[in-house]
T-cell receptor, first 115, second 114 residues
């Protein structure tokens, strides 16, 4: 079985500062990795994904994430955040060979950007 | 990606009643999913709805409580039956698209049960 851990429930940061949101996963098989963002009162938007190839993936809104297989991590980073980045961020995994295509989500991290 | 809409966007219901939530996609998709997001929580998969077959429910969710219809490749409904305040949640549909069947989500339906 797979599991996803987002250790930080909330990350406060000042505007224009860098940020890293941590995601670790547990799986006995290879997985695809995803980050989703949920702005207040909205659904989830796919931010970026790691499917194969380069371990550094770039997504929308200036976010990037690095897949580290040895540490089973997929941390999300942004060099300079904006007030508009305030949202809930979810990390998710899906086993390669799972034909059900089900996602396993972490508990989420609330990014709070202060002026 | 796809344009996914849900109706209603929000509703306030009385306990004991039922609410049907609609999910419409602008393209044909094989796999659709229904999730529940309880207040301040992450997403929990309720069921997978494939066109032409019965929905597959996750542990802890039953068809009598959450009946699902999938009449065609662009539409699905989820009914929350005999509601109680514990059913107050955001309900989201998603679809699997692309070569790797990534999931894309609708805007959600915010349900409050009094």
């Amino acid at each position: 079985a797979q599991s996803v851990t987002q250790l930080d429930s909330q990350v406060p940061v000042f505007e224009e500062a860098p940020v890293e949101l941590r995601c670790n996963y547990s799986s006995s098989v290879s997985v695809y990795l995803f980050w989703y963002v949920q702005y207040p009162n909205q659904g989830l938007q796919l931010l970026l994904k790691y499917l194969s190839g380069s371990t550094l993936v770039k997504g929308i809104n200036g976010f990037e994430a690095e897949f580290n297989k040895s540490q089973t991590s997929f941390h999300l980073r942004k060099p300079s955040v904006h007030i508009s980045d305030t949202a809930e961020y979810f990390c998710a995994v899906r086993p390669w060979m799972d034909s059900s295509y089900k996602l396993i989500f972490g508990s989420g991290t609330r990014l709070l950007v202060r002026p | 990606s796809a344009v996914i809409s849900q109706k209603p966007s929000r509703d306030i219901c009385q306990r004991g009643t039922s609410l049907t939530i609609q999910c419409q996609v602008d393209s044909q998709v094989t796999m659709m999913f229904w999730y529940r997001q309880q207040p301040g929580q992450s997403l929990t998969l309720i069921a997978t709805a494939n066109q032409g077959s019965e929905a597959t429910y996750e542990s802890g969710f039953v068809i009598d409580k959450f009946p699902i219809s999938r009449p065609n490749l662009t539409f699905s409904t989820l009914t929350v039956s005999n509601m109680s305040p514990e059913d107050s949640s955001i309900y989201l549909c998603s679809v699997a698209l692309g070569s790797y069947n990534e999931q894309f989500f609708g805007p959600g339906t915010r349900l409050t049960v009094l």
